[in-house]
């Protein structure tokens, strides 16, 4: 079975502050992937990165970052320098090679101007 | 944007009448799910079908069925809707590249089904 855990329900953070999402997973699986979406409060889901089980470099998207650690079975996501606009419900996902999905309950995060 | 329509996007229902959910791709993706989002359990799988006729279960779909008669339309239907069946219904696809490997899912804007 796979499961995700997301132990961070809400985060608030002021504008510019450093915030970083723990995500920590299980399986059985040696081939696995590994994504991270968002939620703005718009409702819609977004995707923001994959990463596969033979791949452990981190990974940097403008202010976004990736810390993917097999040793530790966890993908930290760190946004840095936050905005407003970074304010949504995050969610880190699991899947095994069969394209299913398994989510973590997903954490809230608040930037406050 | 992934093309991905769901209807209708909002739905308020009685207990016990059927309600059937629409999902339409025009990504030509042969992975299609459907998902229900609930606070505190994030997103859970309910059914998913991997071609035309080919469905299989997730890990809640009790209470529901699914169809999926053309590569575009994917169905779910709520055969005796129930309150505890009231969320935020998505559907999503996806395609394995070339090689079968996994790639990211992408979602519909989602339906908010009220059960009273």
């Known amino acids: 079975a796979q499961k995700v855990t997301q132990a961070q329900t809400e985060i608030s953070v002021v504008e510019k502050e450093d915030v970083t999402l723990d995500c920590v997973y299980e399986?059985?699986?040696?081939?696995?992937?590994l994504f991270w979406y968002k939620q703005p409060p718009s409702g819609e889901l977004v995707f923001l990165i994959r990463?596969?089980?033979?791949?452990?470099q981190n990974e940097i998207s403008g202010r976004y970052s990736w810390n993917f650690q097999k040793s530790t079975s966890s993908f930290n996501f760190t946004i840095t320098a936050s905005q407003v606009v970074d304010s949504a419900v995050y969610f880190c996902?699991?899947?095994?090679?069969?394209?299913?999905?398994?989510f973590g309950a997903g954490t809230t995060v608040t930037v406050r101007a | 944007d992934a093309g991905i329509t769901q209807s209708p996007r909002h739905k308020v229902t009685e207990t016990g009448t059927p309600v059937t959910l629409r999902c339409h791709q025009t990504?030509?993706?042969?992975?299609m799910y459907w998902y229900r989002q609930d606070p505190g359990h994030g997103l859970r799988l309910i059914h998913y079908?991997?071609?035309?006729?080919?469905?299989d279960k997730g890990e809640v779909s009790d209470g529901y069925s699914v169809s999926r008669s053309k590569t575009e339309d994917f169905l779910l239907t709520l055969e005796s809707a129930t309150s505890s069946q009231t969320s935020v219904y998505f559907c999503?696809?996806?395609?394995?590249?070339?090689?079968?490997?996994?790639?990211?899912?992408?979602f519909g804007q989602g339906t908010r089904l009220t059960v009273v």
């Open positions: 999503a696809i996806s395609e394995p590249t070339r090689g079968g490997r996994n790639t990211e899912a992408f």
């Open positions: 399986t059985r699986d040696t081939t696995y992937y």
């Open positions: 990463r596969n089980s033979f791949d452990e």
């Open positions: 996902a699991l899947s095994p090679n069969d394209y299913k999905l398994s």
């Open positions: 990504e030509n993706h042969r992975y």
């Open positions: 079908s991997y071609g035309v006729k080919d469905t």
